[in-house]
């Protein structure tokens, strides 16, 4: 079992709709929980940190975690064609060690 | 603030030579660092641990005799790819936890883009 899992996509989403994105992870990768953006070509670039029980948001990103069920997500509100990227969800061991999920490619369509 | 500048950005090599890659950090001390590959269409995967003054820590699978990580001062880690193939080529990034190992989150390199012909 992977310790990150999320669905690699393609994730269709039209232009000023919610983007749903889910990420679940193990017992090992339980401290800190991450959602990042990259871009084709370049490194990426933090969007959340998250790291209680509940939701927390950011314009328009929301994220909700839940340690109870190992699952944390992101939400992307009045997507815009800037949001289409892949979206990595990560979480750091105790050790400090991210650990990425396979990342889902969003397409934010016109 | 916390930012790691990551150098070069893009490298060609020739198979069977060395290739270093630097990641500084520019505004804090980074006692830890992260390295990471990432090919096509894939995650990123970790490679290995570099600490200020102390041996690198490799995940499973990867040589460290073909990954040199080198950590010699609070602001500089370095990742040599010695005697490269083109099975190397990859996306390889540097990470360093902000404070706290990581509670404040994680600072990326620009990542370098190794080709090897």
């Known amino acids: 079992q992977k310790e990150v899992e999320q669905n690699s996509g393609p994730l269709s989403v039209p232009e000023g709709a919610i983007a749903s994105l889910n990420c679940t992870y193990s017992?090992?990768?339980?401290?800190?929980f991450f959602w990042y953006r990259q871009y084709s070509g370049k490194s990426p670039e933090l969007i959340m940190s998250?790291?209680?029980?509940g939701d927390k948001e950011d314009g328009r990103f929301t994220a909700q975690l839940n340690k109870a069920s190992q699952y944390v997500s992101l939400l992307i509100r009045d997507s815009q064609p800037s949001d289409s990227a892949t979206y990595l969800c990560?979480?750091?061991?105790?050790?400090?060690?991210?650990?990425f999920g396979a990342g889902t490619q969003v397409v934010v369509t016109p | 603030g916390a930012v790691v500048s990551q150098h070069p950005s893009w490298v060609i090599c020739k198979s069977g030579t060395s290739v270093k890659i630097e990641c500084r950090s520019l505004?804090?001390?980074?006692?830890?660092m992260f390295w990471y590959r990432q090919f096509p269409k894939q995650s990123l995967m970790l490679m290995a641990t570099?600490?200020?003054?102390?041996?690198?820590?490799?995940e499973q699978g990867v040589e460290k005799d073909k990954f040199l990580i080198n950590h010699a001062s609070l602001t500089l880690s370095t990742l040599t790819v010695t005697s490269a193939h083109p099975e190397d080529s990859s996306f390889y990034i540097c990470?360093?936890?902000?404070?706290?190992?990581?509670?404040?989150?994680?600072?990326f390199g620009s990542g370098t883009r190794l080709t090897v012909v």
């Open positions: 990470s360093a936890p902000r404070a706290g190992g990581g509670s404040y989150g994680y600072t």
């Open positions: 017992d090992r990768v339980s401290q800190s």
């Open positions: 998250i790291y209680s029980n």
């Open positions: 990560a979480a750091s061991d105790s050790w400090g060690k991210l650990q």
């Open positions: 505004d804090f001390q980074a006692t830890t």
């Open positions: 570099s600490n200020e003054g102390s041996k690198a820590t490799y």
